[in-house]
């Protein structure tokens, strides 16, 4: 192993292997090191009982173009498959199930929203723009929509992105193309109509926003991108990972089968999550540090529930979620049979489960019979389930599993950045920083590769 490099890149999630990815395609000698036995981070894809179900995420969405570019550039590799017209119909939960609308005339129409909340809907182009840069999310829609549209239209969406709390997350930060929207046009309605005709560019309309996999499942993805980075320029089960500057870049040094290994590199990506950066980058200055890794995660239960025989209610449609408000102990379910194929046998069903979240931790805590016992009540009555006897019944644990974009963030991206000034060669990435979708991780991917020279 030739112990100088371009470029280190520690972890092989998403981000670090799209980053991988792109030096090795500018000519860069790169070697990406991973503390686990297998690429693709929280990404995995499991067969089982004739079922085929991820561990992470289960869907991407096309919404960058840096994600279409990576699968165009990954050419047969991969084969995209993208969700079918069950998509657009997604299900919030009050009392029983409702369609959630997708205009004006549904918002006015579904019994989801007061009477009240659907005129401050039609007035709500003509409202000042808020003021306070740190407004939350909850803050902004109670300003701007209404109560009512908070609990039954932007809680259970961020339920089912951040596992989070619209009182906790900080707009400009979460989501910051609906602050922008504001801030630019006055209206999220206004600005989203503007949009809407507004001509786009090429690069821009390829970012179709449809909700995709790949044949396979998710690991097929991230295993196409490791084979073409090449099993020979991957460390993995790495261990006493350390890394230290030098006159003329950076020494890395870490345990693997049983050997330690000291390898050099001018530059150095992590795509790690931030509580694991103070660990192996002991030259960074403790205050500098302490303000990257300052992150709430929402600890999620990802359930895999399999029928081979399906006796529920119809499952067409991506799935419903559950509002705060309605006091479940489920944050919502997606119907991957319904989305996908080659997911269930025939007449069966998958199902992903989520429990837990910001507001409900204790859930995640509880011993795996009564996490089961939990899914099994809420999926029986919600469901319709008369005979719950799962053919596939998986738990996967995530203690960190997404970060919340709280009020602390503005200090942890400038932090960020503080530290690609202040050490020449060293950057930071992962989902601590420019989002959490898998979009926003390959284009941010793609970014860190374009900034070694």
């Known amino acids: 192993m030739n112990n100088q490099y371009d470029a280190f890149v520690i972890g092989a999630g998403l981000t670090g292997l799209t980053t991988a990815f792109y030096l090795k395609r500018k000519g860069k000698k790169v070697l990406v090191i ?85 005129f401050r809907i039609l007035g709500e182009a003509f409202r000042s723009r808020g003021k306070n840069e740190h407004e939350t999310l909850a803050e902004m829609v109670r300003r701007r929509m209404g109560e009512s549209f908070l609990n039954y239209a932007i809680d259970p969406f961020i339920l089912g992105v951040y596992a989070g709390d619209p009182s906790y997350l900080v707009t400009r930060y979460a989501l910051p193309k609906l602050y922008n929207l504001e801030q630019k046009y006055g209206s999220f309605i206004g600005g989203s109509v503007k949009k809407m005709f507004k001509a786009k560019d090429n690069s821009e309309a390829r970012a179709t926003r449809k909700v995709f996999s790949v044949n396979g499942g998710l690991s097929n993805l991230t295993g196409a991108i490791a084979n073409e980075i090449g099993k020979e320029n991957f460390i993995l089960g790495a261990s006493n990972l350390k890394i230290n500057q030098t006159e003329n870049g950076y020494e890395l040094s870490c345990n693997s089968n049983n050997e330690t290994i000291s390898l050099n590199a001018k530059n150095v990506i992590t795509t790690v999550p931030a509580f694991e950066l103070s660990e192996f980058l002991p030259f960074v200055e403790k205050e500098i540090i302490s303000k990257t890794e300052n992150v709430f995660y929402a600890p999620v239960v990802e359930v895999a529930l399999g029928f081979k025989n399906w006796n529920g ?141």
């Open 313 to 453: 209610i119809d499952l067409n449609g991506f799935g419903g979620l559950i509002p705060h408000i309605e006091n479940r102990d489920l944050l919502g379910v997606m119907y991957m049979s319904s989305l996908f194929k080659n997911r269930a046998p025939e007449n069966g069903a998958l199902i992903s489960i989520f429990v837990g979240g910001a507001r409900k931790p204790h859930l995640t805590k509880l011993p795996q019979n009564e996490i089961e016992n939990v899914v099994e009540k809420e999926m029986s009555e919600l469901m319709g389930i008369k005979n719950f006897n799962p053919d596939l019944f998986e738990l996967i644990w995530h203690n960190k599993a997404i970060p919340q974009y709280g009020k602390e963030s503005g200090e942890r991206f400038e932090s960020v950045e503080t530290i690609k000034n202040k050490y020449p060669g060293l950057f930071i990435g992962g989902n601590l920083c420019d989002g959490i979708g898998m979009a926003d991780r390959v284009k941010q991917g793609k970014k860190l590769a374009g900034l070694v020279d």
């Open 34 to 118: 991973e503390k686990n036995d297998r690429i693709g981070g929280v990404i995995s894809t499991k067969e089982k009982n004739g079922f085929l179900f991820e561990q992470g995420p289960n869907t991407g969405i096309l919404g960058s173009v840096e994600m279409v570019d990576l699968i165009e550039d990954l050419g047969q590799a991969v084969q995209l498959e993208v969700g079918n017209d069950n998509v657009n119909k997604r299900f919030i939960l009050k009392g029983t199930w409702q369609q959630l609308p997708s205009g004006i005339g549904g918002g006015i129409s579904t019994p989801l929203f007061t009477t009240k909340d659907k």
